[in-house]
């Protein structure tokens, strides 16, 4: 993982953020690049707050050593509220019972919640509905006054960032306006109020508002693939080393069931990771390693613990032991992340944070 790299996509999207701040999301361990990690070198290079999904991951963040606010926004009403609260994260509160579920805990240690109102402006799926909205209201209104909760934030999320263009978004921002002056109507007066993700910190400045919140390009992969890269850079290399090189003869198959037959007298390698490592088996026979300063094709079916890549007939100079990268930021040649996404019908986001197993995690730069 290079945490030069995240240094310098949170520079490109603070210039294109503006006037706004910037919300590193680093849910589901930094998207698999480590939370902690991307979240000490975004603050570092300008990031002003840190996002994440649930009250556990921004425990181990305050564990980490991460000072800077906090907002986690998807949990359970039955969760500890109570270690948020003595922590100082901000909580996002969807439904009026999740709202009463955070008074609670803070009636019980005597401290005020600090809370996020979430808006579904047109996602349908986690936030506050039109026909909730009111009711939570009410309620947001009377533990205000109890100093229960203190209101910081108004956000809300968006449905086709990636499609910049899309009616949708300016649907959306209107409903999200239309809530932020529901509240002020009734005096609840937010400080901060954001919606931006990625896609539309980098194309929808009319969507910044107070704080813009990427996640997927604080790890350089880009939102909208075919807008190009917005000169991000990606911080993630999966590579291994090579554990066997081995002659195979014409007209011999390799791996489980010889979906692969040679064509010819050839070299093969075998790199030690699988699909329990989070090489996908549907990957077989579609993807390509760097390996020997050469683009080689895996041949054959991803196996648990293994694939087979054919060096050609001479074997390219492989040798056992040489590193082999199956993805990285394209630089050096090699494949990177939406070169698995393609044959598999997904998206990037899902290849990186589906790398896990006996795959470790050691860092670069930042410092």
């Known amino acids: 993982m290079d945490l030069d790299a995240i240094a310098h996509n949170i520079r490109i999207l603070r210039e294109h953020a503006g006037n706004a701040g910037l919300m590193a999301v680093v849910k589901a361990d930094g998207y698999n690049h480590g939370g902690a ?50 922590a100082n994260i901000e909580i996002g509160v969807p439904s009026t019972t999740h709202l009463l579920a955070i008074a609670a805990a803070a009636s019980a240690i005597g401290k005020p919640a600090t809370i996020a109102i979430k808006v579904d402006t047109g996602l349908n799926r986690n936030g506050a509905s039109p026909e909730e909205y ?12 109890e100093g229960t909760v203190r209101l910081r934030t108004i956000f809300s999320h968006l449905a086709h960032a990636d499609e910049p263009g899309n009616p949708v978004l300016d649907s959306q921002r209107q409903r999200f306006l239309d809530a932020i002056a529901t509240a002020q109507a009734r005096g609840l007066e937010p400080e901060v109020v954001h919606l ?22 604080v790890y350089g992969l880009t939102p909208i693939p075919e807008l190009g890269t917005f000169g991000l850079i990606p911080a993630m290399t ?16 390799v791996s489980y069931g010889h979906g692969w037959i040679a064509p010819r007298d050839t070299v093969v390698a075998l790199l030690p990771a699988g699909y329990a490592d989070g090489i996908p088996r549907a990957l077989g026979g579609k993807f390509d390693v ?13 196996c648990m613990d293994q694939v087979v890549v054919d060096l050609g007939p001479d074997g390219g100079g492989v040798r056992e032991g040489d590193h082999a990268v199956f993805f990285g930021n394209g630089r050096r040649g090699e494949p990177v992340a939406q070169d698995w996404a393609d044959p598999l019908g997904t998206i990037h986001y899902e290849v990186v944070t589906g790398l896990r197993g006996r795959i470790m995690k050691r860092y670069i730069g930042g410092g």
């Open 37 to 86: 990690a991307v979240a000490a070198a975004a603050l570092a290079a300008g990031a002003r707050e840190i996002g994440v999904t649930t009250i556990a991951e921004a425990l181990q963040l305050r564990r980490a050593g991460i000072a800077a606010p906090i907002l986690c926004w998807l949990n359970t009403p039955e969760v500890d509220y109570r270690s948020a609260i003595e």
């Open 134 to 145: 009111p009711l939570l209201l009410d309620e947001l209104i009377r533990l205000t006054r």
């Open 196 to 217: 931006a993700n990625s896609a539309a910190t980098l194309t929808r400045p009319d969507l910044h508002f107070d704080l813009v919140r990427p996640g997927i390009a």
């Open 238 to 253: 999966v590579r291994t080393r090579v554990a066997l090189v081995k002659e195979v003869a014409a007209g011999e198959g």
């Open 290 to 302: 760097l390996l020997g300063g050469v683009r080689r094709p895996g041949i054959g079916r991803v």
